[in-house]
């Protein structure tokens, strides 16, 4: 019911309408908060997974085909969202888009559920557990065994056995993986299907089983495995590395002037009228050529310090130290917008579309309280403390990087990645927040 075409507007409405408020002010940040921490505990809730496991169960269970296997559809799907949904048709603003685009992700559910074996939807192609696989990463917990000897003498393998695939409650593992050779937190679902079945499906009971569990694992444990990223999982986080400068940067309207300079520029450079041209070109320059700007510059400064690598192997290996900055720069955001949207709880429940409300306030009919001072210096010590601890991971992780590959010395060029890239972020909030 609520929606509307006019950009001013709509700032309004993205806080005073009820859904949409929710969700990307409070169940949006609280996903990405909770992945930081604890891992993908958000797929465990999830409902689409009950929805596309249910699908798969009565479906054609066809092979996947490589192109999904490859990671591409999530990364496509990905830039779509962005490119098209946020830039286009303002799906993060606009209460009927945001509508229309949560149905289509539980439509997208039931088509590959429908046509592909197993949980294929959580794992290969829904974007949400690709980023918060990537976050996860930094978390504490993670899904593991208590102790793989006894998977190795397990006989009847329930958590992986084909007999139990289709199950909705005890079922085998859905996403491709072994618990036992679980490291790393990317790609496990936490749906603990494997932990019923392992309880249950025992041919010989075991008074140690069930064996996998939710494991204490160590801050950034899975950042630390210097794991490489795939040319699929490069692109997401480089588009990534985009947005969330956005996200920030958008908050100031000093930065956020600078920030569209470019963009407008080219927009009536080219004269583009049709927005969605425009927001698709927009899309293109901020979470595409800015990025890849900044990913680049260390590695010509590396190549000008005689320092031998493919620009490949460069992007695969040391693209991870973006990762931990991503992530504090998501977790900044989340408490800007979680803190930012309180004086709008007063009206919010008299008028749920928000329109009345967002027309009010434009018209100067109400006048919204200030947020007290006091959280405004919590929230700007805690948004610097974030990126500190974000910069000074990507450091750890290029120091251990250049001494995998032998260079400590000669890759010095590449501590650039923190420098720029974090002070893209620290610089700003820094000079909004404390002068």
């Known amino acids: 019911m609520a929606y509307s075409t006019d950009s001013a507007f709509l700032k309004q409405l993205r806080n005073t309408n009820f859904g949409n408020l929710i969700v990307w002010s409070y169940w949006w940040p609280a996903i990405v908060i909770s992945a930081i921490f604890l891992g993908r505990i958000w797929c465990m809730v999830c409902p689409v997974e009950l929805i596309t496991t249910f699908f798969a169960k009565i479906g054609l269970k066809r092979k996947r085909p490589a192109w999904l296997l490859s990671g591409w559809a999530i990364t496509v799907f990905y830039i779509i969202i962005l490119f098209i949904g946020i830039q286009g048709f303002a799906i993060h603003r606009n209460p009927f ?75 085998s593992c859905g996403v491709d993986l072994y618990p036992a050779n679980i490291t790393d937190n990317s790609d496990c679902i936490l749906c603990a299907g494997c932990l019923k079945s392992c309880s249950k499906y025992q041919s010989e009971p075991n008074a140690e089983r ?87 510059l260390p590695f010509l400064f590396a190549r000008l310090a005689g320092v031998a690598i493919k620009f490949k192997a460069y992007l695969v290996n040391y693209g991870i130290a973006f990762i931990p900055i991503i992530a504090a720069a998501h977790l900044a955001k989340a408490v800007l917008k979680s803190t930012s949207r309180i004086p709008y709880f007063e009206y919010l429940f008299d008028d749920f579309t928000g329109v009345s409300t967002a027309q009010k306030i434009i018209e100067g009919n109400i006048t919204l309280q200030q947020t007290p001072p006091w959280l405004n210096t919590l929230v700007s010590l805690l948004l610097i403390g974030f990126m500190l601890i974000g910069v000074c991971l990507s450091i750890k992780v290029v120091k251990n990087l250049n001494v995998k590959n032998g260079k400590e010395k000669s890759s010095k060029s590449y501590y650039l990645i923190p420098i720029l890239y974090g002070g893209v972020f620290l610089i700003m909030l820094l000079v909004w927040r404390w002068f």
């Open 210 to 296: 069930p064996n996998p569990q939710f494991t204490y694992i160590g801050f950034a444990n899975g950042l630390f495995q210097m794991k490489p990223l795939k040319m699929a999982e490069l692109v997401f986080v480089l588009v990534v590395s985009g947005f969330v400068i956005s996200e920030i940067w958008s908050e100031w309207e000093i930065t956020d002037a600078y920030l569209s300079f470019l963009p407008d520029l080219a927009v009536k450079s080219l004269v583009i009228e049709n927005k969605f041209v425009s927001g698709f070109l927009k899309g293109t320059i901020l979470f595409a050529f800015v990025p890849f700007i900044l990913w680049l």
């Open 97 to 171: 888009f945001m509508a229309v685009y949560l149905l289509a992700i539980v439509g997208v559910s039931v088509i590959i559920g429908s046509i592909y074996e197993k949980n294929t939807f959580c794992r290969y192609v829904c974007p949400v557990g690709y980023l918060l696989g990537l976050y996860s990463r930094l978390s504490f917990f993670g899904w593991r065994v208590k102790d793989k000897n006894i998977c190795n003498s397990c006989k009847d393998k329930s958590c992986i056995h084909k007999k139990y695939q289709y199950n909705l409650n005890y079922k």
